[in-house]
């Protein structure tokens, strides 16, 4: 797998994409939280597109863009750098800090406990 990075910008870009599905530079500009001129948005797309991350189709004057990276491949990648950045290439220190966080509710923990029994019941 190919280490998938995103500017901020981009990844904002990217959701609207992997939500919405293929999108005019309009469409992904409506969509965005906070307002982006139209050039703008229309550069970021020529970067992800650069870089090999969107593709784009004619349709009349206007361009359709669409993902060429998998939102789960852009996960993987990035949890990847998290870990080896932040947590020393340690999953444990990485699981150990999630789970220490206050914000998470019992439902959610209860959640993440049964998917680590699920995974330790497959290697018996």
């Known amino acids: ?10 990844l904002d870009i990217m959701t609207v994409l992997w939500e919405d599905g293929p999108s005019t530079v309009a469409g992904v500009r409506h969509r965005l939280a906070d307002p982006l001129a139209y050039t703008t948005v229309l550069t970021v797309l020529r970067t992800l597109e650069d870089k090999g991350h969107v593709a784009h189709v004619e349709e009349g004057r206007a361009f359709r863009y669409h993902t060429l990276v998998d939102r789960g491949e852009a996960r993987v990648s990035a949890l990847a750098r998290v870990r080896r950045k932040l947590f020393d290439g340690s999953a444990k220190l990485l699981v150990t800090h999630l789970v220490s966080d206050r914000s998470l509710s019992d439902e959610e923990l209860r959640s993440i406990r049964e998917l680590l029994d699920e995974r330790l019941g497959e290697e018996k």
């Open 1 to 10: 797998m190919a280490n998938v990075v995103f500017t901020d910008r981009e």
